[in-house]
């Protein structure tokens, strides 16, 4: 499988995921989330960024209260919650947001 | 919502009639060679696999007495066809327990039996065949090992363990399943199934304390890898990642903050589930239990304790001496390992935890017996302590509590329909119908009793309701962890050096 981004064909797993974190940029996003009738506003890619930072730094996704209380600070406390997050990203910030930034799927119990 | 059909509820349930390939279409996504590898597989399909497959289910025959009875004493009286969620939510008549296992059986039969070698047709055996393990692929896994169908068969045949079986066989001959071998891969590799690195488990536990000391002006610790610890907690990685399993996490910790207790998790053990359980392998059960013992040893606990994590509890309790034992070194006057729920049962039972049970007034509660503590492994010292126990804990945090209807809880619990590698997105549909039972039971407490929420005590369970619940027309946050409603009730009475709380703590 794969997602067409700037003319070049990206590898993706089965489900979507980009096979290679170092071929995300911002346009992988955009286009995903075309393809699944998300517009990205302003509010998406501060959790996009957000994930991509703490990946960067953890080599994972950041756990749920890590990530609301982030984005609770960053847009203000209203929004640092998951119903907001999930008002985002329908399917699940930690899957759907996980996607968009390029990160691999979590696994487990999750 | 969906790309399928989800079920209607019943008000009073009906057994469908069965509709042929009803879910045919859906099989798990196979692993990939990375994924094979790590667990000792091939990563594709061996040559001469028809053989190897004949190989292995003759080493597991001999291995395990228990998978030959089975496959043998089956009468075909019919027993178990309604018992199992996924036939009662899929209608597919090859997701009752009996076809399912006869799916294996009538290789069984064609290779090892007298009959089978030589009047094949007479007792419907068949070779080994491509589309025989197609088969298998597809219905083999839809099975949580859950055990219902067993607590109903005359014989007591336990359809989990010949899926299991199915599984290791298909394992061993090059397919396997994504989701359950790229998890245990992690657990070699990182230490859990969502692959947290030592590093953000520090993060995430350090946000914890100071989500925890906001709420309440109580410092509770969440301690990583402290040597000299009493006790070693080992949770579901879950736990640290999603809700509302961290609601549970903050309930553990406030709890033994109460009890003062010296306790530490460990990111080498950093993982309560085991999915080698899932796929039947002993080899690879005994390599993730393994990394427990090695903890222990290193941080030089006394006890164990185990969080909310259904299958991680059968393994804990039915199996963690035989894989990862001797325990003499730890201390001998607490079980081995204990269930945070005993923990917290005894320290209620002594009186040591405070709770002011009207922080939980505006919940009406129902309880899920998750099917791997309930049919697997026992709590406390008396026969269904697995049942009481959970049931003392909610009742002592809240006042409104009503059970689901009898048939539906206990030793019949219902699995989630997530259960035993089953949690993965490729298998949505059947995660969803799978559901169905007791998505019905819930709804009849709804309706009767006024029911608002279901805690659970696994990890799965809590995974698979917060998303297939909406489906049936249920909210994602009605599915709450037990020790999440003790963390609310918990009145906190000390800070961390022992003496009285705050009086801002006891305003909670």
Known sequence: MGIEVNGKVLETDEEGYLADLNDWEPEVATAMAKDEDVELSENHWEVINFLREYYEEYQIAPAVRVLTKAIGKKLGPDKGNSKYLYELFPYGPGKQACKYAGLPKPTGCV | ?508
Not at chain 2, 246 to 257: P, R, S
Not at chain 2, 284 to 309: H, P, Q, S, T, Y
């Open chain 2, 1 to 508: 919502m969906a790309d399928f059909e989800v079920p209607e509820l019943e008000e009073i349930p009906v057994i469908p009639k069965y509709k042929d390939g009803a879910m045919a279409h859906s099989s798990p996504y196979i692993a990939k060679v990375q994924f094979q590898e790590p667990l000792g597989y091939p990563g594709e399909l061996v040559e001469n696999w028809e053989e190897k497959v004949y190989e292995k289910m003759d080493d597991l025959r001999k291995r395990y007495r228990s998978f030959q009875v089975y496959l043998d004493s089956c009468v075909k009286c019919g027993a178990c066809t309604d018992k199992c969620h996924y036939y009662l939510g899929t209608s597919d008549p090859k997701n009752m327990p009996v076809a399912r296992q006869d799916l294996l059986r009538k290789v069984y039969r064609r290779k090892f039996t007298f009959a089978g070698k030589y009047f094949p047709k007479l007792v419907g055996a068949v070779d080994m065949s491509k589309d025989v393990l197609d088969e298998w692929y597809s219905y083999l896994h839809p099975c949580s090992p859950c055990r219902r169908c067993s607590v109903y068969c005359p014989y007591g045949i336990d359809t989990a363990e010949i899926s299991m079986a199915a599984r290791e066989i298909m394992d061993s001959v090059g397919v396997g399943m994504k989701y359950c071998n790229e998890i245990i891969g992690k657990v070699y590799k990182i230490g859990n199934n969502l692959g947290l690195p030592q590093p953000a488990l520090e993060d995430t536990l350090e946000g914890l304390e100071e989500e925890v000391e906001e709420d309440t002006g109580v410092a509770v610790k969440f301690p990583l890898d402290k040597k000299g610890a009493d006790i070693l907690l080992v949770t579901p990685s879950a736990d640290f990642f999603a809700e509302p399993h961290v609601d549970g996490l903050i309930g553990y910790a406030k709890v033994f903050h109460e009890t003062g207790a010296n306790w530490t998790m460990s990111s080498h053990a950093s993982e309560a589930g085991n999915f080698g359980m899932f796929i039947g392998s002993y080899e690879n059960m005994r390599k993730v239990a393994r990394r427990i013992r090695e903890a222990a040893i290193d941080l030089g606990v006394k006890r164990i304790v185990f969080g909310e994590c259904g299958h991680a509890w059968r393994v804990a309790y039915s199996f963690l001496n035989t894989l990862a034992g001797p325990w003499d070194f730890l201390d001998p006057n607490y079980p081995v390992p204990q269930h945070i729920c005993e923990y917290t049962h005894d320290a209620i039972q002594a009186g040591k935890l405070t709770f002011d049970k009207s922080q939980n007034d505006w919940r009406t509660m129902t309880y899920h017996d998750s099917c791997n503590v309930a049919r697997a492994s026992r709590m406390g010292d008396k026969p269904g302590g697995q049942f009481t126990i959970p049931r003392e804990v909610i009742k002592a945090v809240c006042n409104n509590f009503h059970d689901m209807p009898a048939e539906t809880i206990g030793e019949a619990t219902f699995c989630c329909g997530g259960g035993g590698g089953v949690l993965t997105d490729d298998l949505m549909e059947l995660r969803v119908k799978g559901a169905k039972p007791r998505a019905e039971a819930l709804k009849s407490v709804v309706n009767e009793q006024g029911v608002t929420h279901m805690a659970a005590i696994c990890a799965i369970c809590k995974s698979q309701f917060t998303k297939v619940l909406p489906y049936y027309g249920f909210t994602m946050d009605q599915i709450v962890s037990v020790h999440q409603l003790v963390s609310d009730a918990i009145v906190l009475t000390k800070n961390d050096s022992g003496a009285a709380a705050p009086a801002s703590a006891s305003d909670e």
